[in-house]
């Protein structure tokens, strides 16, 4: 077994620890970006842990699908995969406007609560598997 997805699911968690310093520091947009990043990190983890190891896409529902998960993972997946580019660019953002003035705290929030979802969910899955 490649013990790769153990390294995927540490910067995951690693991730989330970043991503709520900024929530606290009120950079939402940034927030939502690497909550959208720690759900790739965590499903490409339990990818690797299935041994499929050619999933090189950056969306969390596609992940979720190429691995056969569905329900709460890939809901949460469909949301944060919105935050992707808007999070990130100028150009996803109406009015020449830029995304840290389009992301809230409340998004912010339900963001870092989606992350969390799939973080547990796969942490159960590869490291708790039911007898």
């Known amino acids: 077994m490649n013990l790769r997805y153990q390294s995927w699911f540490e910067q995951a968690k690693k991730d989330m620890e970043w991503a709520k310093d900024s929530h606290d520091r009120g950079h939402y947009a940034q927030t939502c970006f690497i909550c959208q990043q720690i759900g790739e990190k965590a499903l490409k983890s339990y990818a690797y842990y299935l041994g499929n190891e050619m999933i090189k896409s950056h969306s969390i529902v596609a992940i979720a699908k190429a691995t056969n998960i569905n329900g709460e993972i ?58």
């Open 74 to 131: 890939q809901k949460a997946g469909q949301k944060l995969d919105l935050y992707y580019m808007s999070s990130r660019y100028p150009d996803a953002v109406p009015d020449m406007g830029i995304p840290s003035d389009y992301f809230n705290e409340d998004q912010s929030k339900e963001a870092l609560d989606l992350a969390e979802i799939i973080l547990t969910k796969i942490e159960q899955a590869i490291f708790k598997p039911k007898v």
